[in-house]
T-cell receptor, first 115, second 110 residues
């Protein structure tokens, strides 16, 4: 089974500062990779996904992530944090060779943005 | 608008009761999923269904049951055998590489 590790269950940044949320996966074959955002008592919203050759993926709300095969990582960044970015973020993977669409999730990172 | 509708948003269960969480989608997706979310645990797969009248256990199926009689509907029953049912439950459907999530149901045992 896939394993997804999100380093840091809580990250705090000041408004305007760089946001960096870390994600590492375990499989030897690079999977499909996703970042989702969740606001309190809401479902998950897709921020971005990596499915093909372009290793730098741009998503919504100014977020982007870079796939690094050598590091088995897919870290999420945003150059300048906004108060509205405060939420929980989940990294997820899907087996590339599987017809089943199930996702394997990390434990989540709660992002706090200070004014 | 196409999407996934979960109901109710909040649900309270007395100990020993079975409760059913509703999940309906109008995206015409074959595959549907139920995930459980606990603080600090991420999302864990309970059950999934890839086609009508077929479903499979996920990683934490004990104490839960599902049915898939219609493509649009994938209800989850939390039975009295589930010893710790208090959690946030998310339903999803998928096509190709993309998954779509409902707004969730928060179940609390009282």
């Amino acid at each position: 089974a896939q394993s997804v590790t999100q380093l840091g269950s809580h990250v705090s940044v000041s408004e305007g500062a760089l946001v960096l949320l870390r994600c590492n996966y375990s499989s030897s074959v690079p999977p499909y990779l996703f970042w989702y955002v969740q606001y309190p008592n809401q479902g998950l919203q897709l921020l971005l996904k990596y499915t093909s050759a372009a290793t730098l993926v741009k998503g919504i709300n100014g977020f982007e992530a870079e796939f690094k095969k050598s590091e088995t990582s897919f870290h999420l960044t945003k150059p300048s944090a906004h108060m509205s970015d405060a939420a929980e973020y989940f990294c997820a993977v899907k087996d590339r060779g599987s017809t089943l669409g199930r996702l394997y999730f990390g434990r989540g990172t709660q992002l706090t943005v200070w004014p | 608008d196409g999407g996934i509708t979960q109901s109710p948003k909040y649900l309270f269960r007395k100990e020993g009761q079975n409760v059913t969480l509703s999940c309906e989608q109008n995206l015409n997706h074959d595959a549907m999923y139920w995930y459980r979310q606990d603080p600090g645990q991420g999302l864990r797969l309970i059950y999934y269904s890839q086609i009508v009248n077929d479903f499979q256990k996920g990683d934490i199926a004990e104490g839960y049951s599902v049915s898939r009689e219609k493509k649009e509907s994938f209800p989850l029953t939390v039975t009295s055998a589930q010893k710790n049912p208090t959690a946030f439950y998310l339903c999803a459907s998928s096509v190709d590489t993309e998954a779509f999530f409902g707004q969730g149901t928060r179940l609390t045992v009282v």
